[in-house]
Structures are given as C-alpha cells and as structure tokens.
C-alpha cells in the first residue's frame, strides 16, 4: 500500500496533459477509483480542456458505474466529457428524432450489449443446439444486429463502437472446448467475423471492438467480477472498467485530434541497442537474443504500424554511412531503407530536421510522432515544436517492443486501400522527383517533365464505392483544401443520393504507380444554373503535378454542359490552407464584392492547349 | 490518519463532495448523492484503498461511515 501511494504522488508531480498521455507503460492499470478522481482534477487544474466529447452509451447491463473512469481518461486526453446513457435495454426508440441519444448529439455511440441480445438463443450454452441451428442463429445474429444498427444510422450522428460482452463463464466443454468438432471459441470467433464484415460493409463510421481482446489482456478474473454482477448487473472489475474507459477515450482522441501520419525514429537505442557509431555494426544490439530480440520485435511492431497507414521516418544524429550500413546490410535488421519514407541522418539539431521532414513529406508537424530514447532530444523537441507528440523509448529494452501500445494516436478507426500502399506512394514521390531533376537539368521545362510521367486521371462522378476513403479525405486534408470542411461516411453518403449535390472524386495514376483516390470537390446546386464549390481538396501527395486543374477544369466543363451557367466559390483561410489562398485567382475566377469567388460558364469552352498533360477519363453514376 | 479519517476521505473522493460535509455519522440515508450506484463504487474504492475483499452480503451492508470503519478495523 506505501508503494501505491509513493506510485500516485509521483503521478500527481507530472506537470502537463502530455505527460500523461505519452507514457509508455500502462501505469494506469493499477490506478484505484479515488485516485482516479484525484488524478483526473489533478490533470484537468494543468491545463484548459482542449475539446468537448459527447459520448451516448446504449446498453442492456449497468453502465453508469463506467463514469467516473471514463471521466479519468477523457481529463487524460483533454477532453470534456458528456455522457449520456440511455435508458436500459436495446431500446429502438433511442434510434428516434425525439429520443435522448438524438438530442445528445453523440460524437460517438458506444453499444455495450450481452450475448442475449443478438439472440436469446445465446443465453444458454451453444453446445445445446445442432450445426443446422447454429447456422440458423447466426445468420439471425447478423441480419438482426444490421437492422438495428442501421435503424440508428439513420438519425444518429457520429461514430458507432459496438461491444459484446463475453459470456461470464468459460465455455460449456471446459478445456476440451478447443479441441471438441463444435468448439464454442471457434462458432464465437466466426460469428465475430461476420459481425465485423456486416458492419464494415453496411454500417457507416461504425467499429466492432472486440471485448474478449480485452478478456484476454486482462484475464478472466480480473476482467469479471461477479460480485457486481449478480447484484447490480455491473459485469466489470475496476482494472477492466478502466481499460474499457481507455480503449473509449482512445478512439475519441483519434477522432478529436490531428491524425497522427508519421512515426519519426531515433536510430541508437530506439531501432537497436547500443550505438552504432562507436559500437559498430557488429556490436550493436539486433539479433535473436537478449537483448537484441526486444529490437527485433519493436521493428516487427513497427512494420505493424505501417500497415495501419502510418508511414516511417528516420532521424538519427549519426554519420549517414553507418546507419546506412546496418539497414542495407545487419543480418537481423527488420526495416529496410525503402521502409522509411524519409531520413535525416546527420548532426544537426532534430528540430531542424523535423521540420524539413515536414516539408520534404508535405505534412504538417502536428501529424508527427517522434520516438527517441534520450531526455535530451525528447525535451529539445517538446519544447520547440509543441504540435508534434514525442514519445520516449524506455530504457528497460523489455518494455521496447510495446512501448507505443497506449499511444491512442497510433489507433485506427477505418483502414482504407490508400492507408496500406501509403509507403510505395512516397517512395514512388521520391522517384518523380528524381525525374524532374533530372529533367530540369537536361534543359526541359515543366510541362515537359509533366507529359514524361504520363498521367491518367480517373474522375467518379457520384459513385458510392469508397465513401470511407472520401470522408476520410475530408477529415485529412489540411493544406490544399479550399473550405476544410469534415464530414463524415453518412454526410457523404447524403451528397451522393441527393439531387441538390454532385460528389466528384478523382485518382491519378502515372508512369511510377496509382495514387489511389486523392482529390475531391463537392458541388452544391443552388438552382438549375447556379451551383456552389462547397468542398474543393486534394491530397499533398500529388501537389506539383497540375491535377488540380485538370480536375477542376474539367468538372467546370462537365457542369457547363448540365446547363449550370455560373459557380460560386470560396476560400476559407485556416492556418494550414496558404498554398490555395490564390488558386480560384490563377482558375479564372473573380472575387465579388461580397468575398466570394464566381466565375461565369454560360460562354465556357475547354482550351484543349491550356488543359495540363493528363488524359482524363470519367463515369458517372447518378 | 485513522481509520475512521481514511474512511471519510475515501467517501468523499468517490462520491465527488468536499471533505468538510463528511463526518463520523454521514451514512447513505442522511446522504441524497449516496444513492445504490455511489453505494458499488464505495465499494470498489475501499477494496482498493485498503486492499480488502467484501463478500456479497458486506456489499449493501456497509453504507455509513461508523460501519465501514468498524468492518475494517475488524478485517484488517
């Protein structure tokens, strides 16, 4: 008990939010409910919450007893939390217009149900049924659970996290349960499956998030407690109480902050033990024993990282030569040098480098993660770039490999096409800059290297095939985008059904790969002839390649010949979008008196000899 | 701190009110704010803050200041 104690006042000397949330080991874990309280007032005299979070909470067992943990991790991530829970049961009339989640305005819904919910069937054990009934049931589970959910997808806004509880006691065959034909685990776990495709596929902006993960993690009795249960209907220990706080309150951060793109890496003792410099590349630490195998796996889990969309940098105060040595030729380093999408391997100061990161990779500091192990480089960067979050490599190599698990940034809540191929995508950036230079050395001139890559633009023209990537678009893009403008799966989904609206999208290819979709423009028409550019973006990874304009162009043309004769337009300065600030200027457009931009169609015609060098196709959907 | 005091803290962390409107006779009868749902999480908060297991039974027993502090002192 000293120990605790001595454990909570240091917590209590931590001085700012950050510390809090860039801790690498789960120290919260053992945190008990009066501490919580204390640390979250603690936390929130630090410093002003930086946004409010409504939270709805539909559910069949106790769920009020989650607030004050919630609240403990909402102050964590500087959040105002409002939570509303809804009268108990799977109530349908919640889904409704005059039902107090709508009223609520929920950010986010979290559905905590049980297993008799999807089916009363589930409240026995499923070896009581045959396989013809278990099919049956499941595909009662799945059509039941889509209808619901969809009936509050109509009404409800904001995003939906849906829970199951595992069943209280461990399967009906015990230990053999794994090894029977009918295997509780394996019906369960399919049935998981399904419910997350069905969700995927139907349910807009919405996550399934698996409790047994947490089961797991946790373990069975210090996930339940059955004490709570039995009499208050209250399934959870504090420990998992608080972990599903967490897991809430980290989906809410990653839908209330900048999007974290890039993990930025130390080199000594963050992708390896020792320092290659003075230990060489056969005295480092990276290999399959201790503690070289903790190196390994961290690059393993940053391979992982990857995968989620997020792309690798290198920032090493080194000689280039040595870390280049170890990534082209140490016999167990994982990540190679086409893994990381920029390096700065050199002596200046990491801010320095940070920054032209930034530039090389057009994005801005906020959506960048800094990993390194000294105190030093870690306070350099904290306290010259505020916007990038640093998180500290820990000393002991055995908390390496999960030491960026708690970071809430790191967690996705939709995985696009686009988020996994985003490395090549630089890599291939990197090889059209090369071109260019080249190109520009040789003499030639832009439009020149322009028609090199042979560009095709593909334009969709209100078609509901990747409305995630689309919204996700809106949600991202910060720099060239005229109106920044967020909206979500369901917003979008309304542009492209409704007659009012044109949702145009386009993807690039060229000689060096496809570019997945990466610009969209929003038209909103106002009548018969007059229509407004509500949303005009594009992704800086194809900046400099004049698509812009052809789309633009081209999608002018398109209005002009659907009778439309003339288009508002507006440019709506943040901090980040100065790149656009003169773009309907250099398209022909006129700045009205009132502040607008209007350009007029009912003469246009398309100069065929203006049009930049990419051939355009289109379809059409609506 | 006595008992008695660590107790008084306890309830006054968990139920959100100042230290000040706790005393020895406060109990979930004089008290609206301790209602069933403030009654589980006092529970869990003194199980965690001085490391005892409650059985059923305790849980919907202990609900003032007096018999909280006595089952510790007993139990611990």
Known sequence: MKQKENHIDKLLTLRTRREFSEQTTDWYKSISLPDAKRLARHINTLESIEHVFRLGVIHTYTSDLLNPWLDFHAAIQGLELHTYHAPYGMNIMESQENSGLFAHKPDLTLFLLTREDLHPSLANPISEYNDGQLQQIHDEIITHLANILSKFRTNISGHFVLTILPRILPAALGLFDAQADRSEEAWWASLKEAIATKLRNTIESSMFVDLDQMLATLGRKQFFDLRYWYTSRFPFTPQAANELARRTLNLAAVLKYPKAKVIVLDADNTLWGGIVGEDGINGISLGPEYPGNTFVDFQHRLLDFQKRGFILAICSKNNPEDVQDVLDNHPHQVLRKHHFSAQRVNWLPKPENLISLAEELNLGLESFVFVDDSDHECNMALNQLPQVQVIQTPAKPVEIPACLEQIARLEILSLTQEDQQKTQLYLQENQRKNLQKELEAGGNDIRQYLASLNMEMNISIDSTDNISRLAQLTQKTNQFNLTTRRYSEQQIRHFIESEQWTVASFSLSDTFGYSGIVGLALFHHLNTSETEIDSFLMSCRVIGRQAETAFLVFMLNYLASNSVSSVAADYLQTHKNKLVSDFYDNHDFLLEKNGRYKRDLSEFQLDKDLFPPIKVTHKTEK | ?76
């Open chain 2, 1 to 76: 701190m006595n008992t008695q005091d660590q107790v008084m803290q306890t309830i006054a962390e968990t139920l959100n009110v100042p230290l000040s409107t706790i005393n020895k006779d406060s109990a979930a009868e004089n008290m609206d704010i301790w209602d069933s749902f403030a009654q589980v999480n006092l529970m869990m908060a003194l199980e965690q803050t001085f490391d005892i297991t409650l059985e059923v039974e305790d849980l919907m027993k202990l609900n003032s200041v007096t018999s909280i502090t006595d089952f510790i002192e007993r139990n611990s």
